[in-house]
C-alpha cells in the first residue's frame, strides 16, 4: 500500500518560516512528478510548486522567489521551505506525486494535508 505522509505545520508570524517533509512508502518503483498543493477555507485547491526526477522546477506566481521545492530520490522524499510567509499562505498544504506502482502501472498519490497558519 503505498502512502504520501506530510509533516513540519504549525503556526507562525508573518514573516517567518517553514519546511514541509512528505515521506512516500510502499510497493513503489519510482517516483515521478512530485508536487505540493494548497487549499484555503472557501477555496479550490491549487498547485504551489512541482519538481521532476530530474530536478525541474515549477511554481506558483504567488510564491516565487519565497518558497523552495526540493526532493531526495533515493528516500522518497519531498520537501517545501517556505520564506516570508504571509497570511495569505495559510492553508492546507499537501503532498501529491505520480508514483510507478512495482506491480504495475502509474497512479497519482495524495496525503492527508498538513495545516499552515499564518498570522499577521
Known amino acids: 500500500q503505498v502512502q504520501l505522509v506530510e509533516s513540519g505545520g504549525g503556526l507562525v508570524q508573518a514573516g517567518g518560516s517553514l519546511s514541509l517533509s512528505c515521506a512516500a512508502t510502499?510497493?513503489?518503483?519510482?517516483?515521478?512528478?512530485m508536487a505540493w498543493y494548497r487549499q484555503a477555507p472557501g477555496k479550490q485547491r491549487e498547485l504551489v510548486a512541482s519538481?521532476?526526477?530530474?530536478?525541474?522546477?515549477n511554481y506558483a506566481d504567488s510564491v516565487k522567489g519565497r518558497f523552495t521545492i526540493s526532493r531526495d530520490n533515493a528516500n522518497k522524499m519531498a520537501y517545501l521551505r517556505m520564506d516570508s510567509l504571509k497570511p495569505e499562505d495559510t492553508a492546507v498544504y499537501y503532498c501529491?506525486?505520480?508514483?510507478?506502482?512495482?506491480?504495475?502501472?502509474?497512479?497519482?498519490?495524495w496525503g492527508r494535508g498538513t495545516q499552515v497558519t499564518v498570522s499577521s
Open positions: 501529491n506525486a505520480e508514483i510507478v506502482l512495482v506491480v504495475a502501472g502509474t497512479l497519482p498519490y
Open positions: 510502499g510497493s513503489i518503483h519510482r517516483i515521478k512528478t
Open positions: 519538481i521532476t526526477t530530474g530536478g525541474s522546477t
